[in-house]
């Protein structure tokens, strides 16, 4: 899409868009097409739009993007199934300086990709732009479970986390990767996250290791020496899944995502391994003592009644909603199988090449 001349700060070559879209999807037209809806009313004055059709089962993705959206989103197949894998598909079609991602069930605020993008232009030391995240409905009760235990939301005060000047109040820093932001809302420099590999194709929904590649990402563009943004400015509305089982996948799947990320992180970046070392008993009481407040606080709920809950993880009114202790045995079974995942799926993926540099 054409439009003025992309800010000072950014480094697309000539006739390049000052910003890239990717959407990594699989078979999920319906939220596809209102996500694109979203990000085609975007106010940002020069972006593409580039769809990444994951191990498709069906000709439906690409159907619908050809019919509907034509010339305004770019239509690409990415064989080997993996959200990492189909990232980095994305990365190496994009042509814009900035990479910013979103997930297909998402919709995206008018304003969301003007204010995601404008830290890299105001500072060339940023890597990593964030944003919020919000529920676009909260229907069930599998909906307003985890968005009364935090969701995907970091808050609402924007913060800048530098690796030059490690922020006191995270001792485990930059290893609490979840405190930074979500994949459904982040943006990268192209040239840093191309430089860091990019996504580690072993991580992610649809690999054993079942997610962490935003949060390897994170700590990737981080330990190069990069800024990370984090602005609440930039709002997604997320369309959280509806039922118990999707939220046990879920939470099995956070914890395995967790470890399987700090896997990566040492298989990939091995200097690595003595900062991690040194933190991993304060970071290993850490998730011990998320998943005992959450039974915690389910004891005070069933124990003195509806009002005893205060100030769970995000605080978002958790009154009425605790968290049940087989979400939490789960989230902690997934991060027993987390390391074993990654190992899986990375030698699944062993030989496959970056998509920027296959000949």
Same mark, same amino acid.
């Given at each position: 899409m054409a439009g003025?001349?992309?800010p000072e700060g950014y480094a697309g070559g000539p006739g390049a868009p000052g910003v890239s879209v990717v959407v990594a999807t699989r078979e999920r037209p319906g939220p596809l097409g209102r996500a694109l809806d979203s990000l085609l009313a975007?106010?940002?004055p020069d972006f593409e739009v580039v769809v990444v059709d994951n191990a498709p089962l069906t000709g439906a993705t690409r159907e619908l993007v050809e019919r509907k *959206?034509?010339?305004r989103v770019r239509y690409v197949h990415e064989p080997v199934p993996g959200l990492a894998v189909a990232h980095?598909?994305?990365? =190496?079609?994009?042509e814009g300086a900035v990479l910013a991602f979103t997930d297909d069930d998402v919709v995206a605020d008018p304003h969301w990709l003007t204010a995601l993008t404008a830290p890299f232009a105001e500072d060339p030391r940023i890597g990593c732009v964030t944003g919020l995240i919000l529920p676009a409905r909260l229907g069930t009760p599998a909906q307003?479970?985890?968005?009364?235990?935090?969701?995907?939301?970091?808050?609402?005060?924007?913060?800048? *986390?530098?690796p030059a000047r490690p922020p006191a109040d995270e001792p485990l820093f930059p290893f609490?990767?979840?405190?930074?932001?979500?994949? =459904?809302n982040m943006a990268f420099r192209a040239g840093a996250l191309r430089a860091a590999g990019g996504f580690d194709p072993a991580t992610g929904t649809g690999t054993a290791a079942r997610g962490g590649d935003d949060l390897y990402a994170f700590v990737r563009i981080l330990t190069d020496g990069h800024r990370l943004r984090y602005t609440p400015d930039a709002l997604v509305w997320h369309h959280h899944r509806e039922t118990e089982h999707?939220?046990?996948?879920q939470a099995f799947g956070y914890g395995a995502g967790l470890t399987a990320y700090l896997t990566a992180l040492v298989a990939r970046r091995p200097g690595l391994l003595p900062a991690l070392l040194a933190r991993l008993p304060r970071g290993l009481a850490h998730a011990r003592s998320m998943t005992a407040h959450r039974d915690a606080v389910q004891g005070a709920v069933q124990g003195e009644g509806r009002g005893a809950v205060q100030g769970v993880p995000g605080e978002h009114g958790a009154g009425g909603h605790p968290w049940p202790r087989s979400l939490?045995?789960?989230e902690r079974r997934g991060m027993l199988a987390g390391p074993l995942g990654y190992v899986r799926a990375r030698h699944r993926v062993r030989r496959l090449p970056l998509p920027w540099e296959e000949r």
């Open positions: 003025p001349a992309a975007q106010d940002h *959206y034509g010339e980095n598909r994305g990365v =190496a079609a994009a307003v479970l985890l968005e009364s235990h935090g969701g995907f939301a970091k808050g609402f005060a924007p913060r800048t *986390y530098d609490t990767a979840g405190r930074f932001g979500s994949g =459904a999707d939220l046990r996948s939490s045995r789960l």
